[in-house]
Protein backbone atom coordinates (compact mmCIF):
# COMPACT_ATOMS: atom_id res chain seq x y z
CA UNK A 1 0.00 0.00 0.00
CA UNK A 2 1.09 3.47 -0.66
CA UNK A 3 0.70 6.64 1.75
CA UNK A 4 -1.94 8.63 1.00
CA UNK A 5 -2.89 9.31 4.11
CA UNK A 6 -1.07 12.94 5.41
CA UNK A 7 -0.87 15.20 7.24
CA UNK A 8 -0.34 17.67 4.71
CA UNK A 9 -3.23 19.56 3.36
CA UNK A 10 -1.54 21.22 -0.14
CA UNK A 11 1.40 20.05 -2.15
CA UNK A 12 5.18 20.42 -1.30
CA UNK A 13 6.00 22.91 -4.06
CA UNK A 14 9.23 21.13 -4.34
CA UNK A 15 7.09 17.79 -4.88
CA UNK A 16 4.91 19.52 -7.22
CA UNK A 17 7.70 20.04 -9.45
CA UNK A 18 9.41 16.93 -9.03
CA UNK A 19 5.74 15.49 -10.58
CA UNK A 20 5.81 17.19 -13.86
CA UNK A 21 9.67 15.85 -14.34
CA UNK A 22 11.18 18.60 -15.75
CA UNK A 23 14.26 16.06 -16.75
CA UNK A 24 11.50 14.77 -19.65
CA UNK A 25 10.93 18.00 -21.48
CA UNK A 26 13.66 18.05 -23.59
CA UNK A 27 12.73 15.83 -25.93
CA UNK A 28 9.37 16.99 -27.08
CA UNK A 29 11.18 20.56 -26.73
CA UNK A 30 13.92 19.45 -29.09
CA UNK A 31 11.12 17.72 -31.58
CA UNK A 32 9.28 21.08 -31.57
CA UNK A 33 12.97 22.67 -32.30
CA UNK A 34 13.75 20.49 -34.94
CA UNK A 35 10.23 20.95 -36.70
CA UNK A 36 10.70 24.55 -36.68
CA UNK A 37 14.07 24.26 -38.39
CA UNK A 38 12.92 21.81 -40.97
CA UNK A 39 9.95 23.75 -42.30
CA UNK A 40 12.37 26.45 -44.00
CA UNK A 41 10.24 29.14 -42.42
CA UNK A 42 13.00 31.88 -40.88
CA UNK A 43 12.51 32.19 -37.23
CA UNK A 44 12.59 35.98 -37.16
CA UNK A 45 8.83 35.64 -38.69
CA UNK A 46 7.00 34.62 -35.71
CA UNK A 47 9.56 34.12 -32.58
CA UNK A 48 6.57 34.51 -29.96
CA UNK A 49 4.88 31.36 -31.31
CA UNK A 50 8.56 29.41 -30.77
CA UNK A 51 8.72 30.16 -27.76
CA UNK A 52 4.96 29.29 -27.36
CA UNK A 53 5.46 26.19 -28.72
CA UNK A 54 8.23 25.42 -27.03
CA UNK A 55 6.40 25.86 -23.56
CA UNK A 56 3.48 24.24 -24.72
CA UNK A 57 5.68 20.86 -26.29
CA UNK A 58 7.82 20.50 -22.23
CA UNK A 59 6.48 22.19 -19.36
CA UNK A 60 2.82 22.06 -20.49
CA UNK A 61 2.11 18.87 -22.46
CA UNK A 62 5.23 16.78 -21.25
CA UNK A 63 4.58 17.94 -17.48
CA UNK A 64 1.04 17.09 -17.36
CA UNK A 65 1.22 13.86 -19.02
CA UNK A 66 4.12 12.99 -16.43
CA UNK A 67 1.36 14.04 -13.53
CA UNK A 68 -1.52 12.10 -15.60
CA UNK A 69 0.92 9.13 -15.59
CA UNK A 70 2.06 9.28 -11.92
CA UNK A 71 -1.34 9.51 -10.92
CA UNK A 72 -2.36 6.52 -12.76
CA UNK A 73 0.68 5.01 -11.71
CA UNK A 74 0.88 5.33 -7.52
CA UNK A 75 0.32 2.15 -7.17
CA UNK A 76 3.21 0.85 -9.11
CA UNK A 77 5.19 3.81 -7.94
CA UNK A 78 5.04 2.66 -4.56
CA UNK A 79 6.36 -0.78 -5.00
CA UNK A 80 9.18 0.62 -7.85
CA UNK A 81 9.62 4.12 -6.20
CA UNK A 82 7.75 4.60 -2.78
CA UNK A 83 9.36 7.86 -2.45
CA UNK A 84 7.95 9.26 -5.46
CA UNK A 85 5.48 12.31 -4.79
CA UNK A 86 2.48 11.16 -4.18
CA UNK A 87 2.76 7.43 -2.88
CA UNK A 88 5.42 9.33 -0.28
CA UNK A 89 2.15 11.97 0.54
CA UNK A 90 4.38 14.70 -0.59
CA UNK A 91 1.27 15.41 -2.86
CA UNK A 92 -1.79 14.68 -0.76
CA UNK A 93 -4.98 13.15 -1.33
CA UNK A 94 -5.84 13.56 -5.29
CA UNK A 95 -3.83 16.81 -5.89
CA UNK A 96 -2.07 14.81 -8.61
CA UNK A 97 -5.33 14.70 -10.12
CA UNK A 98 -6.52 17.74 -10.10
CA UNK A 99 -2.67 19.19 -11.03
CA UNK A 100 -3.19 16.50 -14.28
CA UNK A 101 -6.17 17.97 -14.96
CA UNK A 102 -5.51 21.43 -14.56
CA UNK A 103 -2.54 21.47 -16.56
CA UNK A 104 -4.80 19.38 -19.30
CA UNK A 105 -7.08 22.49 -19.27
CA UNK A 106 -4.05 25.18 -19.57
CA UNK A 107 -2.33 22.75 -22.45
CA UNK A 108 -5.65 23.24 -24.68
CA UNK A 109 -6.00 26.89 -24.07
CA UNK A 110 -2.24 27.69 -24.65
CA UNK A 111 -2.92 25.56 -27.73
CA UNK A 112 -5.66 27.37 -28.97
CA UNK A 113 -3.32 30.22 -29.47
CA UNK A 114 -0.98 28.22 -32.21
CA UNK A 115 -3.66 28.10 -34.76
CA UNK A 116 -5.76 24.66 -35.84
CA UNK A 117 -3.08 23.16 -36.71
CA UNK A 118 -1.33 24.01 -33.29
CA UNK A 119 -4.71 23.40 -31.17
CA UNK A 120 -5.30 19.88 -33.07
CA UNK A 121 -1.79 18.47 -32.17
CA UNK A 122 -2.20 19.57 -28.43
CA UNK A 123 -5.71 18.07 -28.53
CA UNK A 124 -4.24 14.65 -29.96
CA UNK A 125 -1.23 14.92 -27.22
CA UNK A 126 -3.57 15.75 -24.27
CA UNK A 127 -5.84 12.47 -25.32
CA UNK A 128 -2.80 10.50 -25.78
CA UNK A 129 -1.95 11.37 -22.45
CA UNK A 130 -4.59 10.46 -20.55
CA UNK A 131 -5.17 7.32 -23.18
CA UNK A 132 -1.72 5.86 -22.05
CA UNK A 133 -1.77 6.23 -18.42
CA UNK A 134 -5.79 6.11 -17.66
CA UNK A 135 -8.29 3.14 -17.62
CA UNK A 136 -9.87 1.61 -19.26
CA UNK A 137 -7.20 2.02 -22.28
CA UNK A 138 -4.09 2.55 -20.10
CA UNK A 139 -2.21 1.51 -23.17
CA UNK A 140 0.91 1.35 -21.13
CA UNK A 141 -0.07 -1.56 -20.13
CA UNK A 142 1.19 -3.19 -23.75
CA UNK A 143 4.78 -3.29 -24.73
CA UNK A 144 4.04 -2.84 -28.32
CA UNK A 145 1.17 0.29 -28.32
CA UNK A 146 2.35 1.78 -25.41
CA UNK A 147 5.97 2.59 -26.19
CA UNK A 148 4.74 3.53 -30.12
CA UNK A 149 2.68 6.23 -28.45
CA UNK A 150 5.00 8.30 -26.75
CA UNK A 151 7.63 8.04 -29.09
CA UNK A 152 4.96 9.47 -31.45
CA UNK A 153 3.86 11.82 -28.61
CA UNK A 154 8.05 12.81 -27.73
CA UNK A 155 9.08 12.98 -31.15
CA UNK A 156 6.83 12.94 -34.25
CA UNK A 157 3.98 15.12 -33.03
CA UNK A 158 6.08 17.91 -31.23
CA UNK A 159 8.27 17.82 -34.82
CA UNK A 160 5.34 17.88 -36.93
CA UNK A 161 3.96 20.90 -35.00
CA UNK A 162 6.56 22.90 -35.17
CA UNK A 163 6.34 22.61 -38.80
CA UNK A 164 3.01 22.80 -38.82
CA UNK A 165 3.20 26.44 -37.19
CA UNK A 166 5.73 27.96 -38.15
CA UNK A 167 4.39 27.19 -42.15
CA UNK A 168 0.83 28.18 -41.09
CA UNK A 169 -0.10 24.42 -42.54
CA UNK A 170 0.71 21.06 -43.22
CA UNK A 171 4.60 20.31 -43.31
CA UNK A 172 5.75 18.46 -46.90
CA UNK A 173 5.72 15.32 -47.05
CA UNK A 174 9.12 14.88 -46.40
CA UNK A 175 8.78 16.39 -43.27
CA UNK A 176 6.65 14.21 -42.08
CA UNK A 177 8.50 11.30 -43.18
CA UNK A 178 11.49 12.03 -41.10
CA UNK A 179 9.51 12.63 -38.22
CA UNK A 180 7.48 9.85 -38.19
CA UNK A 181 11.07 7.55 -39.06
CA UNK A 182 12.12 9.45 -35.84
CA UNK A 183 9.30 8.62 -33.77
CA UNK A 184 9.08 4.71 -34.50
CA UNK A 185 12.96 4.85 -33.31
CA UNK A 186 11.65 6.33 -30.21
CA UNK A 187 9.50 2.96 -29.36
CA UNK A 188 13.16 1.42 -29.18
CA UNK A 189 13.88 3.89 -26.52
CA UNK A 190 10.96 3.88 -24.34
CA UNK A 191 11.45 -0.05 -24.49
CA UNK A 192 14.70 0.87 -22.46
CA UNK A 193 12.94 3.00 -20.70
CA UNK A 194 11.01 0.60 -18.99
CA UNK A 195 13.74 -1.88 -17.43
CA UNK A 196 13.05 0.53 -14.45
CA UNK A 197 10.12 -0.27 -13.70
CA UNK A 198 10.39 -3.72 -14.38
CA UNK A 199 10.01 -5.45 -10.98
CA UNK A 200 6.52 -2.88 -10.18
CA UNK A 201 5.35 -4.00 -14.00
CA UNK A 202 5.81 -7.23 -13.87
CA UNK A 203 3.61 -7.54 -10.18
CA UNK A 204 0.90 -5.33 -11.43
CA UNK A 205 -0.18 -6.41 -15.36
CA UNK A 206 1.90 -4.08 -17.40
CA UNK A 207 3.22 -6.27 -20.20
CA UNK A 208 6.34 -4.39 -21.38
CA UNK A 209 8.47 -5.53 -23.50
CA UNK A 210 11.16 -6.22 -21.20
CA UNK A 211 8.28 -8.25 -18.52
CA UNK A 212 6.94 -10.36 -21.36
CA UNK A 213 10.39 -10.51 -23.41
CA UNK A 214 12.87 -10.91 -21.15
CA UNK A 215 15.65 -7.82 -20.44
CA UNK A 216 17.81 -9.76 -23.02
CA UNK A 217 15.37 -10.05 -25.64
CA UNK A 218 13.53 -6.83 -24.82
CA UNK A 219 16.95 -4.79 -25.26
CA UNK A 220 17.81 -6.79 -29.05
CA UNK A 221 14.33 -5.83 -30.07
CA UNK A 222 15.07 -2.28 -28.90
CA UNK A 223 18.05 -1.78 -30.41
CA UNK A 224 16.38 -2.64 -33.94
CA UNK A 225 13.58 -0.44 -33.50
CA UNK A 226 16.59 2.68 -33.14
CA UNK A 227 18.59 1.51 -35.42
CA UNK A 228 16.42 0.79 -38.48
CA UNK A 229 14.10 3.96 -39.01
CA UNK A 230 17.76 5.63 -38.59
CA UNK A 231 19.34 3.68 -42.07
CA UNK A 232 15.69 4.85 -43.62
CA UNK A 233 16.69 8.70 -42.85
CA UNK A 234 20.29 8.10 -44.26
CA UNK A 235 19.40 6.40 -47.49
CA UNK A 236 16.19 8.92 -47.59
CA UNK A 237 18.94 11.98 -47.74
CA UNK A 238 20.93 10.10 -49.47
CA UNK A 239 18.10 9.85 -52.36
CA UNK A 240 17.42 13.31 -51.87
CA UNK A 241 21.29 14.29 -53.06
CA UNK A 242 21.70 15.33 -49.23
CA UNK A 243 24.85 12.62 -49.05
CA UNK A 244 26.57 15.02 -46.23
CA UNK A 245 23.99 15.06 -43.90
CA UNK A 246 23.36 11.48 -44.37
CA UNK A 247 26.77 10.63 -43.70
CA UNK A 248 26.88 12.63 -40.10
CA UNK A 249 23.64 10.59 -39.28
CA UNK A 250 25.12 7.60 -40.37
CA UNK A 251 28.13 8.29 -38.58
CA UNK A 252 26.12 9.04 -35.28
CA UNK A 253 24.88 5.52 -35.78
CA UNK A 254 27.95 3.95 -36.32
CA UNK A 255 28.62 5.35 -32.59
CA UNK A 256 25.15 3.77 -31.18
CA UNK A 257 26.29 0.21 -33.02
CA UNK A 258 29.37 0.78 -30.92
CA UNK A 259 26.85 1.75 -27.59
CA UNK A 260 24.56 -1.02 -28.37
CA UNK A 261 26.90 -3.43 -27.82
CA UNK A 262 28.03 -2.14 -24.24
CA UNK A 263 24.12 -2.49 -23.50
CA UNK A 264 23.25 -5.72 -24.38
CA UNK A 265 26.10 -7.09 -22.13
CA UNK A 266 23.81 -6.36 -19.52
CA UNK A 267 20.39 -4.79 -20.30
CA UNK A 268 18.98 -4.19 -17.26
CA UNK A 269 22.51 -2.23 -15.89
CA UNK A 270 23.19 -0.64 -18.78
CA UNK A 271 19.99 1.09 -19.80
CA UNK A 272 20.26 4.22 -18.03
CA UNK A 273 24.12 4.56 -19.22
CA UNK A 274 22.59 3.86 -22.80
CA UNK A 275 19.60 6.24 -22.42
CA UNK A 276 22.77 9.26 -21.46
CA UNK A 277 24.80 8.08 -24.27
CA UNK A 278 23.09 6.21 -27.35
CA UNK A 279 19.96 8.20 -27.15
CA UNK A 280 21.96 11.83 -27.34
CA UNK A 281 23.51 10.00 -30.73
CA UNK A 282 19.93 9.39 -31.42
CA UNK A 283 18.63 13.23 -30.73
CA UNK A 284 21.46 14.78 -32.30
CA UNK A 285 20.79 12.84 -35.87
CA UNK A 286 17.24 14.47 -35.99
CA UNK A 287 18.56 18.27 -35.60
CA UNK A 288 21.12 17.20 -38.28
CA UNK A 289 18.27 15.97 -40.58
CA UNK A 290 16.06 19.07 -39.35
CA UNK A 291 18.68 20.95 -41.28
CA UNK A 292 18.69 18.99 -44.25
CA UNK A 293 15.00 19.55 -44.95
CA UNK A 294 15.44 23.03 -44.10
CA UNK A 295 18.21 22.91 -46.84
CA UNK A 296 15.87 21.28 -49.19
CA UNK A 297 13.00 24.08 -48.34
CA UNK A 298 11.29 22.16 -45.99
CA UNK A 299 11.01 19.55 -48.29
Known amino acids: MFNLQTTRRYPDPRAALTLIKPITWFPPVWAFLC ?19 MVLAGPVVCGMS ?34 AIAMSVIALLLGSLLGPWGFGATVFGVLAAWAYSAEPLRLKRSGVWGPALVGLCYEGLPWFTGAAVLSAGAPAWPVILIALLYAAGAHGIMTLNDFKALEGDRQTGVNSLPVSLGPARAARVACWVMALPQVAVVTA ?20 FRAMHVLLRDPEGRAPWYNGTGVMMYVSGMMIAAFALRSLGGG
Open 35 to 53: GVVSSGVALQTAPWLVVAG
Open 66 to 99: QAANDWCDRHVDAINEPHRPIPSGAIPGRWGLWI
Open 237 to 256: LTLWDKPFFALAIGVLLLGQ
